[in-house]
Nanobody, 120 residues
Framework: QVQLVESGGGLVQPGGSLRLSCAASGNIFSINAMGWYRQAPGKEREQVAAVTSGGSTTYADSVKGRFTVSRDDAKNTVYLQMNSLKPEDTAVYYC??????????????WGQGTQVTVSS
């Protein structure tokens, strides 16, 4: 089995910062792309940022210049540093990773989600 466990969400004032972490564990052979999605109430889930195994990154236009995605392959962990947070960043944030297990199965895995609330 493979698990993704997120941490780091919470309540922050506008303009503040938060850092999300997501650690993958289990019968992992390799991890391809890792990233973050978010879903606000009444809205569809959207991709926020992603980082490939080679270190290339992509961002949603709404977070460019404010969020930074990174990964530590030694720890099978992906991070999302969120700065200059806005109320519209309020959402449940989910990490995602494309993982190949030791048995050769390749598929997407999801974390359980962590709430980020930006409010004064």
């Amino acid at each position: 089995q493979v698990q993704l466990v997120e941490s780091g969400g919470g309540l922050v004032q506008p303009g503040g910062s938060l850092r999300l972490s997501c650690a993958a564990s289990g019968n992992i052979f390799s991890i391809n792309a890792m990233g973050w999605y978010r879903q606000a109430p009444g809205k569809e889930r959207e991709q926020v940022a992603a980082v490939t195994s080679g270190g290339s990154t992509t961002y949603a236009d709404s977070v460019k210049g404010r969020f930074t995605v990174s990964r530590d392959d030694a720890k099978n962990t992906v991070y999302l540093q969120m700065n200059s947070l806005k109320p519209e960043d309020t959402a449940v944030y989910y990490c995602n990773a494309e993982i190949q297990t030791v048995w050769g199965l390749l598929r997407d895995y999801w974390g359980q989600g962590t709430q980020v609330t930006v409010s004064s």
